[in-house]
C-alpha cells in the first residue's frame, strides 16, 4: 500500500486529490490545521486524519510521527497547504503568506525525509502556480499578467525554487512541482474564475503517481513543463 501525505487537504485540491489517490487504493492522511474539519474530510473520504498546521513546528513534528508510528514510512508528500494573502500589502501579511507558502514546505519536507528515506519509490510534490513564474507575469497573453497578487505570486517562486533545490539535494527522492490550473476554490472564489477542484487535482495525481524513472526538479501543468 501506498502511504501518501497530503497538507491542507480539508477542501478544495487537497481533497480531490486525496479522494483520487484514494481511488487508487493509497492509504491517505489528510492534514489540517483545523480537527473538526479534517476529521470530518477524511471520514468522508475513508481517509486517516493528522492534525497539521504547516506554521507550527510542533504540529508539523507530531503530525509526521503519527505517520511513523503508524506506517514506518511515507511514500508521496504533497505539499498543498496554502493561502492567497491578497488584500492589504505590509510587513505581517507578507510573513503569513511566506510561512504558510514556502516555509510551511520547508517545515513539512524535512519532518518527512526520513520516513521518504525508508520508502522504495518517494515523491515529493509542491503544488505550486504559475503566477510565481517570471515568464508568465510578464507575458501579455497569459492571464497572469494581470493578476494582482504580490504575496501570492513571490511565496510560490520561492515554492517552485525550493522544490529545484530539494530534487538538487535529495538525488533518491523526486521532487516536482505543479501547476495545477485556475481553480474555483476559496482562494479565488473573489475573483469568479477556475474550474472544478476535481479536474485540477488530476494534474497532482499525475505527478504524485510518475513511475521510478520519472522526472524531478521540474514545474509542470497537465501540458508538461512550465518556463518558470
Do not use: C
Not at 112 to 138: E, Y
Not at 144 to 154: D, G, I, K
Not at 174 to 192: I, K, M, S
Not at 195 to 217: H, I, K, M, N, Q
Amino acid at each position: 500500500m501506498t502511504v501518501t501525505l497530503i497538507t491542507g487537504a480539508n477542501k478544495g485540491i487537497g481533497f480531490e486529490t486525496a479522494k483520487q489517490l484514494l481511488e487508487l487504493g493509497h492509504v491517505v492522511y489528510i492534514g489540517a490545521r483545523d480537527a473538526e474539519r479534517g476529521e470530518k474530510a477524511a471520514a468522508a473520504l475513508g481517509a486517516r486524519f493528522v492534525q497539521l498546521d504547516v506554521t507550527d513546528d510542533a504540529s508539523v513534528k507530531s503530525a509526521l510521527a503519527t505517520i511513523d508510528s503508524a506506517e514506518g514510512r511515507l511514500d508521496i508528500l504533497v505539499n498543498n497547504a496554502g493561502i492567497l494573502a491578497d488584500g492589504v500589502l505590509d510587513g505581517p501579511t507578507a510573513l503569513r503568506a511566506f510561512d504558510t507558502n514556502a516555509v510551511g514546505i520547508v517545515r513539512v519536507t524535512e519532518a518527512a525525509l526520513p520516513l521518504l528515506r525508508k520508502s522504495s519509490a518517494p515523491t515529493v510534490v509542491t503544488v505550486s502556480s504559475s503566477a510565481g513564474s517570471f515568464w508568465a507575469v510578464t507575458n501579455p497573453d497569459r492571464p497572469e499578467f494581470n493578476l494582482p497578487l504580490a504575496l501570492y505570486s513571490a511565496s510560490k517562486s520561492a515554492a517552485t525554487m525550493l522544490t529545484v533545490q530539494y530534487a538538487k539535494s535529495q538525488p533518491g527522492i523526486r521532487f516536482n512541482a505543479v501547476e495545477p490550473g485556475t481553480t474555483a476554490t476559496d482562494l479565488t472564489a473573489a475573483f469568479g474564475i477556475g474550474r472544478t477542484p476535481e479536474e485540477s487535482a488530476r494534474v497532482v495525481v499525475r505527478l504524485a503517481t510518475l513511475d521510478a524513472d520519472g522526472p524531478t526538479g521540474t514545474f509542470q501543468d497537465e501540458n508538461g513543463e512550465v518556463p518558470w
